[in-house]
């Protein structure tokens, strides 16, 4: 079983930046592909951005909406994945979730963007940015 716990939101103005963490359980996070995702009031949960495990040559995925924004790493040592988001916008308010999957599998784009590829879960953090 693998704990999926998010920090980091809040309420922001439109232009701010904002640190969101994950920390994954698990001895082999290492192995783990994380993704985040969001859900916004009434609408349906979208990707956000993916990283894949290191144990190949790490690659990173990313929403056409946050490309440029945000930064997604991952910190193997500490078990955590960020997503650093930057000139944040009203459309970012959603509630924000991290996901790991750790089937250990051949990751590719399309893969990593449903959020069915993801078997563990975090309760979410609600970002908030006004205008």
């Known amino acids: 079983q693998v704990q999926v716990v998010e920090s980091g939101g809040g309420l922001v103005q439109a232009g701010d930046s904002l640190r969101l963490s994950c920390a994954a359980s698990g001895r082999t996070f290492s192995r783990y592909a994380m993704g985040w995702f969001r859900q916004a009031p009434g609408k349906e949960r979208e990707f956000v951005a993916a990283?894949?495990?290191?144990?190949?040559?790490?690659?990173?995925y990313y929403a056409e909406s946050v490309k440029g924004r945000f930064t997604i790493s991952r910190d193997n040592a500490k078990n955590t994945v960020d997503l650093q988001m930057n000139r944040l916008t009203p459309e970012d308010t959603a509630v924000y979730y991290c996901a790991a999957d750790s089937t250990e599998r051949v990751y590719y784009s399309a893969l990593v963007r449903l959020s069915r590829s993801y078997n563990y879960w975090g309760q979410g953090t609600q970002v908030t940015v006004t205008s």
């Open positions: 990283i894949t495990p290191s144990v190949y040559s790490t690659t990173t």
